[in-house]
């Protein structure tokens, strides 16, 4: 998912409909996300399953992979006509008021992962190093790219949304990467 800079342009097209990512008011994920379906809209909202722990209970929950942010598969005139309509949604996510789509190759891999079940952990890494490109090469992420980094004293595969300005890092067995 590593991919080259963006070039300057505004992808929201006239007939051509496009992935993007917009930005929700906070803790509103799912409403914004049920509104853009309710408009019948293709939405998507990454979420990760989480244990929440109280003082008396634990429980597994799933939370948005990505705060205040969702994704819908939109053409121009429906940002006008119904997404600019829903009072959850700040904006659409530009960067710097250049409006860009996301590749749908990558709301795939986000699918994927968040399907995926991986509670990955990756203590034996074994000729693959921090900083080096590696691809998975099993399971239900096979040939997702990205990047081993060193966060906490443990090795993790970084995968970059470079949109979102986000390093999604999963913990992998080490003998699921191929360095490449």
């Not at 991919?3 to 097209?13: A, F, Y």
Request: net charge neutral; proline share 4%.
């Amino acid at each position: 998912m590593i991919r080259e800079p963006l070039v300057k342009h505004n992808e929201l097209s006239i007939d051509t409909s496009k992935w993007f990512a917009f930005y929700v008011l906070p803790n509103c994920e799912k409403i914004a996300f049920n509104s853009l379906e309710s408009h019948g809209l293709e939405a998507f909202l990454p979420v990760k399953k989480e244990l929440n722990q109280w003082s008396d209970r634990k429980k597994w929950v799933e939370a948005p992979l990505f705060s205040s942010y969702v994704f819908a598969k939109i053409i121009r005139e429906e940002y006008y006509s119904h997404i600019k309509l829903i009072n959850k949604i700040v904006k659409i996510v530009d960067i710097g008021g250049e409006i860009f789509s996301i590749p749908e190759i990558e709301i795939d891999w986000l699918k994927k992962i968040c399907v995926s079940g991986y509670r990955i952990n990756s203590d034996s890494i074994d000729d693959i190093r921090p900083g080096d490109k590696a691809m998975v090469n099993t399971g239900p992420l096979i040939g997702l790219e990205g990047r081993v980094c060193n966060h906490l004293g443990k090795n993790k595969f970084a995968v970059e949304i470079i949109l979102l300005k986000r390093l999604l890092l999963l913990e992998i067995e080490g003998g699921e990467l191929t360095k490449i």
